[in-house]
């Protein structure tokens, strides 16, 4: 029992509530030219800091989603935690263990394996040349959950009612399927690895709004039923303030804001989550006319000096361009501005 | 009961997947094309032919005793002199040319699939390790590849040709013939299947199935051969349909150059530089008859092979 | 130009159907939609991937991808006839009378060509322009749309672009030979949330201004409700309800367009559940027979199953569902 002895050194977070603790987070991407390209063309490396330097914590039984537009980071810290990429730097902490403590690799298999993920292609994520009782039993067999043959069918007809399909449908394959159900298929497959943590990235965003909230409401139950933890990606603030307790903003590798579901959505702080909520359509048809976002968001490549997001912040100084903000607590949210900080924003 | 129940499920497995072979859209192609239609029962009728060669020829080429000279350079049927004994006629050494060709094809065929399947097993292995683990082993696989790709195949399966029968020991060259002739084809071709499976799998490797097969904890190995293999196969079929023609030629030219398979069991090749000698003393059907099966047999399976790549590729259905 | 008289709408579409022809027989992938939209109007097309809106556009545009074709019905525009043209008349039509705009800007634009060069050709092939007077149209035409610097701007590749202002560029290409009627084929589905509401408040400035007409095909009801005067709500191939936006979005009576709404989450309301309709949109190859929400419809009855309902009048609006027949609402007063 090696593995024990390598636990033991971590320390447990102060609050045993806290299941993921992610501590300043960072991965780069080398998007260098070829070596010969550098070399002729003189231009050095470029690394684009897709994640940097976030930081948060999920509590057990929470809801953390993550919002932001398309590359801002969220599905890379989404594949992160899961141990899909290695971090470039900063911790993950799953239940009081250090995910990137070195000489580990057994023992973060088996935390790894309490955490499984819902995909958010249903056309990519199940292989198409398998069956679908094969793939729903791939993480039973990967963990040897169950060996006998029958007892593996049983219990994959149970997942597969559970996520509302038919035991039959195990025979099938998954082009058989329409969206939706794949998606089904794809959350019965998480479920059968037995996971505590459900990572989700934009599990909903392929599908119609009919299915979407199908499977929305599919997720909320099985969430009851089996006490799960999710940590969902999204860039719908509608379905994110649906599903949520918790949220976190990212704007181009960087954590903005986060704060508990209402409080973040009745006052925002940071002015970017701001635009964001502004820039929503507005459903009720209660005239309220929605200002668009001024500007664009820059290349990660070269992100802006300071905060990423002065030059599209309406109440940006010269300190916001020089000075990288960090995350703060203020009435319960945590908010990385410095215009919050100095009381220029409420 | 349990053997009951066993086998009506292998029959039921056996009728699901007919049902989705007739249903399917190759099987719709297929029917569509008269070209490939005739190709594949030209094909089927030359593969049953050489399967079956012991019991379709009137003569055994391969035996000597069978042989008799007196019958040598018998015309076929239709010529003057010809008999229905020799329908196409014999060579100079009284060898009936059916049978002969009947036989030869089985060889020709014989080394054509053996020296694709190694080359699949290569290439494929090589391309899929290149494609999934990248970087340096990427790097390298590929650059092999490159290189040998630069040099004719013909000049690589005669340098490989040469190097086994010098490496092999004296007087079992010709036991050991039909081996090395399917080694040097196989190792000439594995590039174009390493290139396909590698270009394929660096797709498929980043679609969301595989990943999901990491975060589940397979393991690489499992994951290449259970989920990225499947998927890959589709272009490697094509490609081994076109190798095989280019490796029945390849045997062929071989052969024909005299360092293919032993002259005693002729293949099609070995038959084709017999006849040479007497193309010009009025004996044209010592190589008439095994170049047309041999120009026939390759063109057919080359078609099959570009029915196959219009019909696995979707973007011209 | 032609002046269309007040009363004629500017694009009418009567009994349209689109089939496409299978080796399992026919599909019918449009079927029997009528709809009219009058000059400026913003005419939204909801509905699930696979209902039929975007063939309905691309019909209307003479677009259909083959196999698929208008087994029936007429697409008229400004009084004419436009579903039956020849493909080089149908071509000069396109563009010059109809702009589209397509979901992914990069396909609409060839990238071996400069904005410049794409926007003075398609300027200089409809309007009797010099290619100076072109020029400094498509230079006028990118400043309109909202691009800074346009002067320079003009002469860079597509790919120079990001995602929104090369959606600004498809709409500016739109737009440049002043069309009646634009289609506008999920315009704003591959853009950032913020970036969407850039293009749709300058879709709907622009439109105003101009006086264009445009057919907004969406899956998205925010958009809808956002930019739209009337909507089409389409299912299975067919229009389910029609009608002015306030009532679709707010006082919804087809029970599909019912379920729809209620299954968008929105920001404040705190439910549990959302509304959600069982089931999926059927495949064009498992169409029932009536009306083809029956198996997902919570307020089914027998007439369902075997009449398809057409559509009638109710309030504002057009709906095509049997419970307001006007036996079923007698009975429903009778209650």
Known sequence: MTDTAVTTTDARPADARTLVKVDDLARYFDVSPPLLNRLIERTGRAVVRAVDGVSFEIGRGETFSLVGESGCGKSTVARLIVGLYRPTDGSIVFDGVDMGQPGARSFRQGVQSRMQMIFQDPYASLNPRWRVTNIIAEPIHARRLLTDKAEVNRRVGELLTQVGLSPKDGEKYPHEFSGGQRQRISIARALAGEPEFLICDEPTSALDVSVQSQILNLMKELQRSFNLTYLFISHDLAVVYHVSTTVGVMYLGRLVEWAETKTLFNRPKHPYTRMLLDAIPDLEMTGRQRVPVAGEVPSPINPPSGCPFHPRCPHANARCAAERPVLRVFDDTHVACHAVEEGRLS | MVAIDHSSGVVHRARDLAHRFFDSDIYYSFRASKVTMVAAGVTAVMFLGALFAPLLSPQNPFDPAALDLLDAFTPPVWVEGGGWKYMLGTDDQGRDLFSAILYGSRISLGVGFAAVLFAMLLGISAGLLAGYVGGKVDATIMRIADVQISFPSILIVLLIDGVLRGVLPAGRHDDLALIVVVLAIGFSSWPQFARTVRGSTLVEKNKEYVQAARVIGRQPLVIMLRHVLPNVMGPVLVIATISLAVAILSEATLSFLGVGVPPTEPSLGTLIRIGQDFLFSGEWWIVIFPGATLAILVLAVNLLGDWLRDALNPKLR | ?335
Do not use: W
Not at chain 3, 45 to 68: D, F, Q, R, W
Not at chain 3, 96 to 124: C, H, K, W
Not at chain 3, 178 to 191: G, K, V, W, Y
Not at chain 3, 203 to 220: S, Y
């Open chain 3, 1 to 335: 130009m032609i002046v269309v008289p007040a009363n004629q709408p500017l694009l009418e579409v009567k009994n349209l159907r689109i089939e496409f022809p299978t080796r399992r027989g026919t599909l019918v992938a449009v079927n029997d939609v009528s709809l009219h939209i009058d000059p400026g109007e913003v005419l939204g097309v909801v509905g699930e991937s696979g209902a039929g809106k975007s063939l309905t556009g691309a019909a209307i545009i003479g677009l259909l991808e083959p196999p698929g074709r208008i087994a029936e019905g007429q697409i008229m525009l400004e009084g004419r006839r436009i579903d039956d043209l020849p493909y080089e008349e149908m071509r000069r039509i396109r563009g010059r009378r109809i702009g589209a705009i397509f979901q992914d800007p990069l396909t609409s634009l060839n990238p071996l060509y400069t904005v410049s060069r794409q926007l003075v050709e398609t300027i200089m092939t409809h309007l009797p322009l010099s290619e100076k007077e072109a020029r400094a149209r498509a230079i006028e035409l990118l400043q309109e749309v909202g691009i800074p610097s346009a002067e320079e701007r003009v002469d860079h590749y597509p790919h120079q672009f990001s995602g929104g202002m090369r959606q600004r560029v498809v709409i500016a290409l739109a737009l440049c030979a002043e069309p009646r009627l634009i289609i506008a084929d999920e315009p704003t589905t591959a853009l950032d949330v913020s970036i969407q509401a850039q293009i749709i408040s300058l879709l709907k400035r622009l439109c105003k201004e101009h006086q264009t007409a445009v057919m907004l095909v969406t899956h998205d009801m925010g958009v809808i409700a956002e930019a739209a005067d009337r909507v089409a709500v389409m299912y299975s191939g067919r229009i389910a309800e029609i009608g002015p936006v306030r009532e679709v979005v707010l006082n919804a009576k087809h029970p599909y367009t019912h379920g729809l709404m209620g299954s968008i989450p929105h920001i404040g309301h705190d439910v549990d559940e959302l509304t959600q309709i069982q089931g999926a949109m059927p495949r064009l190859t498992e169409i029932p027979a009536g009306c083809a929400f029956n198996p997902r419809c919570p307020k089914v009855f027998d007439r369902c199953y075997h009449d398809r309902p057409d559509l009638q009048p109710v309030e504002a609006s057009e709906v095509a569902c049997h419970l307001y027949d006007a036996e079923e609402r007698r009975a429903a007063a009778g209650d």
